[in-house]
């Protein structure tokens, strides 16, 4: 297959505390930084706002897939080798964590406590909504909690992460984590190989077939007739 041009661009990586899987694709990402020169860029967005915009619910809202995603997050965490707690609640709101993140102007900041506050739910199973807990990862890598803490509560940041959202929305993200480039969408840890490829450019998107796909007529919709 013949190698198509991929700019060495940011890739957005946008994520919510609240899901195990931006936790499980955080890890992951060594080896496309071996194999790439692509930079990633950590975005927080509030899932739930995704989920309402698309008229979809959330895993945590339908008992059969809650349960199936712990077992899915601990299966995942035993095939990389990684300890598995979760957090002590669950769903919980992520709003202050999110906000604490989206207050980091570095990149590299950002990521490195988003990375860390993912670590301190799903591994070890702390409350990172708890004030205290913000403060001691924020304060492990050298960053002042409670400044970002203060921060998080001004309408310049909650406006911030509200752009975020909006902006993940119009690029079309639907769930997270998503990792966008060059208008491509590459949603969950378990897409990262095919990123990679893409990022190698041994993956090229035929977007005249899916459109072509996509102008096709409708044939039926859902309904519980249809198992009547």
């Known amino acids: 297959m013949a190698k198509h041009a991929v700019p060495m661009n940011a890739v957005d990586f946008y994520f919510d505390f609240v899901s195990p899987y931006p936790w499980l694709a955080s890890h992951q990402l060594g ?4 194999c790439t020169a692509v930079k990633f860029c950590f975005v927080p967005v509030l899932f739930a706002a995704l ?3 698309h008229s979809n619910l959330g895993p945590a809202e339908i008992p059969a897939k809650r349960r199936y995603t712990f077992q899915d997050t601990q299966r995942w965490a035993v095939h990389l080798g990684w300890e598995f707690k979760g957090p002590p609640a669950h769903p919980f709101n992520p709003l202050k964590p999110l906000r604490v993140t989206s207050a980091i102007e570095s990149d590299d900041l950002r990521e490195a406590l988003a990375v860390r506050l993912l670590d301190a739910a799903w ?12 403060y001691e990862v924020a304060d492990s890598l050298g960053l002042d909690g409670q400044e970002l803490l203060g921060k998080a509560h001004t309408v310049e940041i909650k406006e911030r992460l509200h752009l975020q959202t909006e902006r ?5 993200v639907f769930g997270v984590p998503s990792f966008v480039v ?3 969408i590459f949603w969950g840890n378990d897409r990262l190989h095919l990123l990679k490829e893409y990022l190698e450019g041994r993956l090229p998107t035929d977007r005249a077939k899916v459109e072509e796909m996509l102008s096709r007529p409708r044939a039926a919709d859902r309904s519980t007739k249809q198992i009547e």
């Open 31 to 34: 080896e496309l930084r071996e």
């Open 123 to 134: 591994s070890e199973g702390k409350d990172i909504t708890s004030d205290s807990v913000i």
């Open 168 to 172: 993940a929305i119009r690029a079309g």
């Open 182 to 184: 060059n208008g491509e």
């Open 51 to 53: 989920l309402d915009h």
